[in-house]
């Protein structure tokens, strides 16, 4: 896991990303319930955390494979969300902004503040859980290349 310092620096290019991409003039979906973030959330962010909080009633595993298949549609269609320059490949930029928008989501799903939804991402259980749900991700995707040999 990388530093807290290096952490918050992350979170905040991938603010001032989000930001660039926004569409002028696009409305933004409104929650009485959203805590202040400073600037409207993205559309797509928002039916993300949603599905997130429902695959969230049901398990912490459901709502990070809600994440990860998710993520992987979001990059594809705004690919300048990955933060290339502080990152040695493409997949860790996309575990970088994974980490981004689980600290989000929790702010936005629990009106956490930055600090405590980033020691949420740092217990040892959360990272388990995170790895776990990744090496899952990983195999449905190899699952349809082997059924095509």
Do not use: C
């Not at 962010?45 to 997130?52: D, I, N, P, V």
């Not at 690919?79 to 575990?95: I, S, V, Y």
């Amino acid at each position: 896991m990388a530093s807290l310092n290096k952490q918050q620096k992350r979170a905040k290019r991938a603010k001032a990303k989000a930001k660039q991409i926004r569409m002028v003039g696009r409305k933004s979906i409104v929650d009485q319930d959203l805590p202040d973030f400073g600037e409207p959330i993205p559309e797509y962010t928002l039916a993300m955390f949603s599905k997130m909080r429902d695959a969230e009633a049901v398990s912490r595993s459901e709502m990070l494979s809600v994440l990860l298949t998710d993520l992987a549609f979001i990059i594809i269609d705004h690919p300048e969300l990955l933060d290339m320059e502080n990152a040695d490949d493409e997949g860790m930029a996309a575990t970088h902004l994974a980490a981004d928008m689980l600290i989000d989501y929790r702010m936005w799903a629990d009106g956490m503040d930055r600090d405590a939804a980033q020691a949420w991402l740092s217990e040892p259980q959360f990272i388990a859980d995170f790895g776990a749900a990744l090496d899952v991700y990983r195999e449905s995707l190899e699952a349809p290349e082997e059924k095509a040999e």
